[in-house]
């Protein structure tokens, strides 16, 4: 009771401190939020990517199937090979025909100009492991082609991950920033205080007893900022979403991360656990000097 | 009830606040410690309150050596003393009534019993109808009865004043005393500061009288 007496007066005292402290938990809950979001569109996304790339290995005519089939198992073997598939010339002239535009320019052939290929996919899609399985087919016999979507792709990924890291430093010096603004508004009160605490002290207040109105304050100040940080976001998605769906006509909002169950559950309660804690640790940073005082 | 045992306090650039003192203060005793500004009085007030650690000799207040007092046991001991400084001290954000309860809720005592002990202290300080008014509100005498009831509410068997008196007008001056004298009848031990020649005459108490850090 007395505590929560110390957090009110507190507040009341310096109601703008408290302001730029709560600020500042907001900024960092927003930042944090934003990086998880976009990371976890990205990954999800370049998922659903990787699952459509494919190597193709052209064959040349004269290969025997036998031979197309030992190589189909000695591929199937290897470790970073998820799974390789012979396709005949006539199942890729039947899958080729369904394109209506391809079927007449089929027409014009006497006959099927398509060739043997081994469809191949891989369980990464990295430099290495794609470098492998090429240099391991160049010693291959009858192989008159690899051709591969990768290169983009591989790009791609090399691009998000510098983005990535760029992302994760500005998350790391928003947390230590937010410690330090905390945890200084808090030292604030503290010098602000200083009588008060002096005279709880002469009259046997423990080291705990004073502590506990301002770690309250940090926490405190953590919930709302988690709470508002997260509403911001919220808008933020909220009015992304609208946008893709009037620009490019897709729903994203049944993706997991933006479904209510998701996004307006356990995101919520992710982003206020971690105001808290920032607020949390912010006060204990600043604790540490009451004893000197 | 106090023993200083060859005790020596030297602050930074070799002054000398304490130079071998030594005296013993019996229990239920009211002494008066005197002497010029400087002259130590509030030194020895600090140690007993152990917001200062002496440099050299041993201090016993009751049966327990406070001299090296760990900081953990340091709360709990200056829960048996009440303390009444010449600036009051008080909380000026929290009404009368906050303030002399507060000893009590830091001990954690029940609310049922605070308000019935603190109801009864703001009766005998005479501040009744005036328990919801902060310091702000109240005369330098109304305020220092908060601070006495403040140090009294917890039936502590030593109370430390340091110069209690300083601020006030001679007959708020006169009341205070007389809160002291009559929680002296009742078997408290009182260590009161002051350089009040008149007040020292009138009350005809034992004195320590302090010069430059020695007793004289």
Do not use: C
């Amino acid at each position: 009771m007395y505590a929560i007496k110390e957090v009110f007066t507190n507040f009341k005292k310096s109601g703008f401190m408290s302001l730029i402290s709560i600020g500042t938990i907001i900024i960092t809950i927003v930042i944090l939020g934003n990086y998880y979001l976009a990371n976890e569109s990205i990954k999800y996304f370049l998922s659903k990517i990787e699952n459509k790339i494919e190597i193709v290995v052209f064959l040349k005519d004269d290969v025997v199937l036998e031979k197309i089939n030992n190589l189909v198992m000695e591929l199937k073997t290897v470790s970073d090979v998820e799974d390789a598939k012979f396709v005949s010339k006539e199942d890729a002239y039947q899958e080729f025909i369904k394109d209506k535009e391809i079927f007449s320019i089929m027409q014009n052939f006497e006959t099927n100009p398509l060739p043997n290929s081994i469809k191949i996919k891989l369980k990464s899609y990295t430099k290495k492991n794609i470098d492998n399985l090429i240099n391991l087919l160049k010693t291959k016999e009858g192989i008159e082609d690899i051709q591969y979507g990768g290169k983009e792709i591989e790009n791609l990924v090399n691009i998000l991950n510098v983005i990535k890291i760029i992302a994760i430093a500005v998350g790391i010096i928003f947390v230590i920033s937010s410690l330090f603004v905390v945890s200084n508004i808090i030292n604030l009160t503290i010098y602000a205080r200083r009588n008060d605490i002096y005279i709880l002290k002469m009259v046997g207040a423990t080291n705990t007893f004073i502590r506990i109105p301002f770690i309250l304050e940090g926490l405190i100040h953590g919930f709302l900022g988690g709470l508002t940080g997260w509403f911001i976001l919220y808008i933020i998605v909220k009015i992304l979403l609208t946008e893709i769906k009037k620009q490019t006509g897709l729903d994203f909002s049944t993706f997991y991360l933006f479904n209510p169950e998701f996004f307006s559950f356990k995101f919520l309660f992710a982003s206020i656990s971690a105001g808290i804690l920032l607020g949390f640790f912010g006060s204990l940073l600043s604790l540490g000097k009451l004893k000197e005082k | 009830m106090i023993k200083f045992n060859h005790v020596y306090k030297i602050y930074e650039k070799n002054i000398k606040a304490l130079d071998d003192i030594t005296f013993t203060i019996e229990k239920g005793e009211f002494v008066f410690l005197t002497g010029p500004t400087g002259a130590g009085k509030t030194t020895i007030l600090k140690l007993l309150y152990k917001e200062e650690v002496p440099d050299m000799g041993t201090i016993i207040v009751g049966s327990q050596d406070i001299t090296h007092l760990s900081s953990r046991k340091i709360p709990f001991y200056r829960r048996s003393i009440g303390f009444v400084f010449q600036d009051f001290k008080l909380l000026f954000d929290r009404t009368v009534y906050d303030n002399i309860a507060l000893p009590l809720v830091i001990a954690g005592e029940n609310n049922k019993y605070i308000k019935k002990r603190v109801n009864e202290y703001i009766e005998k300080a005479g501040l009744l109808g005036k328990e919801n008014l902060t310091p702000w509100h109240l005369s330098g005498g109304e305020k220092q009865k908060v601070a006495i009831m403040r140090a009294f509410i917890t039936n502590p068997d030593l109370i430390l004043a340091d110069e209690p008196t300083g601020n006030l007008d001679d007959e708020s001056a006169w009341e205070i005393i007389k809160i002291f004298e009559e929680a002296n009848k009742n078997g408290t031990t009182v260590v009161f500061a002051t350089h009040n020649k008149e007040l020292l005459e009138k009350m005809n108490k034992r004195i320590i009288k302090l010069l430059q850090g020695r007793i004289v």
